[in-house]
């Protein structure tokens, strides 16, 4: 009796010490690998946390409209009518939303309303679940990978340099990347068990999850689900218990919808009705089938963008039935045949990428990895990809000239220090929220109650268009030049605001503000205007 206990009362503060079992995995994975994983663990975090910082912007005006914008509106804080046209046709799946207000309202309830503040803990929470996934994928797919192909998973997971840039974003291609990479350890142990109830309840969910944040992950899914009818003795079987599974996350999606939209939509099918029987997604361009293939070394930024992409077809050739290979494939050709093509559409492959170079690795004979020319490449492309992470733990390329963030967030701590007084922007047109794409969008979400927006036409007389006692500390000039223009009735006190690039407090440190390298500097980021805010005095 004594000895079936003693087992027992060891694995039960295994089980509730779930941070000791990831010490204990890293303890292990650093003998098979060589590597001091715990620092470069702790590196990694270091330049996410960076990057989640400095990368205020959204990648794509998406990131911003489609999710936050949606659940602001129908939290009540704004008006759904200004919402995109997508919210009227009711294409948009609303869980993600969802789910952002919750937070939104927790905070709200606490007196926190800032809105960066929301977005910070969306970020932060996103970025941990994405850490949660990554140490899953490494627990899963090292032990069938030998020395070259466990180091190169490691490498790959913590430091390519464009990890950092996506994995905090709450978006609908970040989260159906996680949740699908996710999946695929219980869908492997759902095929090796033969039907277990619980591998299939799991890998469903997260499935079904998946494709409701993004239905595009369709694509990879049914790669997945080829997967297991052809590896599963149990043929078919496991494949439709899983899509049971996934059937019962959408019709609660569905559920969720209702609420969100206040009737009955299928929001799967109108997704598909407009954006691909009706055309509409082909308005915004549409390019040649091969184009993300002739892309993708470019954007990874050759010559390492050369080598990742070739390093992506070899498990093709030399792995077929791997299981990470077959959802990725089908997700990439997948969206080959669609006419509208963005790079963004690809990031939920970001999770699996590391995998398919550790198999890349994996297939390569070890003997090559000890030629001098082999070693002194991988070297040389290890220091660009350090260079560009460490670049991207800078300012400089997280500042857009389009969507600026950071003017929003002046305009609301202006408007804070206010007291709740009214603070007057005078703009031309009026468009101090609004950020023109392929049409006009209004934001709602970063607009403070105690900000006053005034269409200022040119030669106006200001003191007509804002009460007369209003200080200059609540009177602010939106113009977009470097120099304000001649006002009637009042005077420019002071610059208070200038959108710029990243860069430029550095040029202005060595001197170099208005010299060619400054211009061609501009040019290179297509940085043609700056958005500048000048404190205004009435004289009138």
Not at 269 to 298: C, M, Q
Request: charged share 15%; net charge positive.
């Amino acid at each position: 009796m004594g000895d079936d206990s003693a087992p027992a009362s060891r694995a039960t503060p295994e089980r509730t010490a779930p941070l000791a079992r990831v010490y204990a995995f890293i303890q292990r994975e650093a003998l098979a690998t060589g590597f001091p994983l715990r620092a470069m663990v702790a590196a990694s975090a270091v330049a996410h946390i960076a990057v989640l910082l400095l990368a205020v912007n959204p990648l794509h005006p998406d990131e911003h409209f489609q999710i936050l914008e949606f659940a602001y509106a129908r939290a009540g804080l704004a008006s759904t009518g200004a919402l995109p046209w997508e919210y009227a046709a009711q294409i948009r799946p609303s869980l993600q939303p969802a789910l952002a207000m919750i937070p939104l309202l927790l905070l709200r309830a606490l007196g926190l309303t800032s809105p960066f503040l929301w977005t910070f803990v969306l970020k932060a929470a996103t970025l941990i679940l994405a850490a949660a996934v990554t140490l899953l994928v490494l627990a899963h797919a090292t032990p069938t990978l030998s020395r070259p192909g466990k180091r190169a998973l490691w490498l790959t997971s913590l430091f390519l340099w464009f990890q950092p840039l996506v994995q905090f974003r709450f978006t609908s291609e970040n989260l159906g990347g996680l949740l699908l990479a996710a999946a695929i350890p219980f869908v492997v142990r759902l095929v090796a068990e033969e039907d277990s109830r619980n591998q299939s309840m799991a890998a469903g969910l997260l499935l079904g999850l998946s494709f409701v944040f993004r239905f595009q992950m369709a694509f990879a899914i049914v790669g997945l689900l080829a997967w297991v009818v052809l590896k599963s003795r149990g043929g078919w079987r496991p494949a439709a218990g899983l899509c049971m599974s996934m059937a019962v996350v959408v019709a609660a999606a569905t559920l969720v919808d209702r609420w969100f939209y206040g009737q009955w939509v299928f929001t799967p099918w109108n997704y598909f009705r407009v954006n691909l029987l009706e055309g509409v997604a082909s308005t915004f361009g549409t390019e040649p089938w091969y184009w993300y293939l002739a892309g993708l070394p470019l954007w990874m930024a050759p010559p390492l963008g050369v080598v990742l992409t070739l390093a992506f077809l070899v498990p093709l050739f030399r792995r077929p039935t791997n299981v990470w290979v077959w959802p990725a494939a089908a997700f990439f050709l997948g969206h080959t045949i669609i006419g509208h093509k963005e790079l963004r559409f690809l990031l939920p492959l970001i999770y699996v990428a590391p995998v398919l170079l550790a198999l890349a690795a994996d297939a390569v004979p070890e003997r090559l990895f000890q030629r001098g020319w082999v070693r002194w490449t991988l070297k040389a492309l290890a220091v660009q990809n350090m260079a560009i992470l460490l670049l991207g733990m800078t300012p400089a390329p997280h500042r857009a000239a389009g969507f600026d963030t950071h003017f929003y967030h002046f305009l609301w701590d202006r408007a804070e220090r206010s007291s709740g007084a009214p603070v007057h922007v005078l703009s031309d047109g009026g468009n101090t929220f609004s950020t023109g794409i392929h049409y006009v969008l209004s934001l709602a979400t970063y607009r403070h109650p105690s900000m006053v927006e005034v269409a200022y036409p040119p030669g106006a007389d200001v003191a007509t268009l804002v009460p007369a006692d209003t200080p200059a500390s609540r009177l602010l000039l939106l113009w977009n030049r470097d120099e304000p223009p001649e006002l009637a009735g009042a005077v420019v006190e002071r610059l208070v605001y200038r959108a710029e690039p990243g860069y430029m407090p550095l040029v202005r440190l060595m001197g170099l503000e208005g010299s060619p390298v400054e211009l061609s500097l501009r040019r290179v980021v297509n940085w043609e205007s700056y958005r500048t805010v000048w404190e205004v005095r009435i004289t009138q």
